[in-house]
């Protein structure tokens, strides 16, 4: 069962009770991403994701990750578009020592100036390194060619003269201004009640300052991003292509809308046995690398497929993507294909249960998404009733009528670009 409770200062409590676990995970989350960050604060989340980890008026970087390491458990973090988590997973029988360390961590952090000045380095370091990636590198053009403009498409760590403009009072102030309990959604999974981890919790915000439990937020603007279904490459020295279809479905969504969503991407070009994978690598042998995935959020939905190919063979590469996902656009999924879905879905759902940051990560992703989270026989029953009829249907909402955008990154001639449909060089993002 999943518990909901009311923290101090506002923060949102969703526990379950996993019996039988021998691990508690937990996640301090709070819906404030690169998407949300003004101008003149490209990279401001990420490097607050960094300095969290640099210590505390209690404990140094060092003593924040050997307490949990030393009892066999792991801390992390990330920052994507649309939040930022703090995250944790130990024996179950120290659940009270995550609980301490994420709160230190996210309410008690003390940005040391020269903590500061060598984090900058570091993420400026992390920055160039993603440069010498080409995937990292093929999929920021292609989110600057779907998204021109739009604060979706910017790199979520910001550009090197970004993290250069940041002051370190600068950044103090943002994270004391917007990492606060009343934009705060803890959520755990273990063999803990939910009350007994309301109560602890309680207990360690009362140290916190009066001042940041009664801050409210500040609103943070999120729209629906302008796609562009445009046909593109960019020329690099590389051995491969990375070449990228992709699509815009606006919202609202609902949670059935994502286990639909989820049964197409499977079929269409998630696993080994779906359409692009069974066409592109194994019937053609034109690539090792295919997928396809989507991310849904309140506003937008983003799906694309991707493959990685020599140019001499993009054309048949994005010809025969074409003529897949076309082929879905008209006829939909077969019946054996939808019950292939659906058992997929539910198979792997209930393979995951075993692990406690699945289950936390799963309650995290429905409150931040629809404001509830579902038990897992809820979860459980909406795939099972999953019907062809509604898989067809989002398969239609997904690609029957919809100008697809195309892009390609990598070593292509302007031949090569025309003979694959792209026409024209995409340019540089400044």
Known sequence: MISNLRL??????????????????????????????APLERGFVHFVEHMVFKGSGQRSAGELSRAIERVGGYLNAFTDRDSICVHCQVPA????????????????????????EREREVIISEILAGLDDPEECSHDEFLASIWPGDPLSWKIAGE??????????????????????????????GPVRAEVVALELARLFESLPADRLSRAARARPEKTPVFSAGRSYRKVAMEQVHYY?????????????????SAVNGELGESSSSRLFLSL???????????SGFAMTKTECLWMASASASSKVLPELSSEMDRQLDRAAGSGLTDGECE??????????????????????????QILFSGQAETEEEARSRMLDLSGAAINAMCDRLLKGRERAH?????????EAAASGLCREAARRG
């Not at 691990?23 to 709070?30: E, P, R």
């Not at 009343?182 to 999974?189: E, G, P």
């Not at 609202?252 to 994502?258: G, K, L, T, V």
């Not at 892009?407 to 031949?415: V, W």
Request: charged share 30%.
């Open 8 to 37: 101090p200062g506002g923060a949102a409590l969703a526990a379950e009770e996993a019996e039988g676990a021998r691990s508690f995970a937990i996640g301090f989350w709070f819906p404030l991403g690169s998407r949300h960050e």
């Open 281 to 291: 690598r194994e019937d053609r042998g034109l690539c090792y690398s295919v997928y």
């Open 245 to 261: 279809e992709a699509v815009q479905v606006e919202g609202p969504f609902s949670e059935d809308d994502y286990y639909a969503l």
């Open 93 to 116: 029988d120290e659940w009270r020592l995550a609980l301490d360390i994420l709160t230190d961590m996210a309410f008690c952090s003390s940005f040391k100036a020269d903590d500061f």
């Open 340 to 365: 292939d879905a659906i058992a997929r879905l539910v198979g792997g759902f209930d393979v995951a249960l075993d692990d406690p940051d699945f289950r936390m990560r799963r309650i995290a992703r």
């Open 160 to 189: 090197p003269e970004d993290i250069k403009r940041i002051t370190r009072d600068a950044l103090y102030n943002f994270y004391i201004s917007e990492l606060i309990p009343s934009r705060l959604l803890v959520t755990s999974a």
């Open 407 to 415: 892009f390609a990154y990598g070593k292509l001639s302007r031949r």
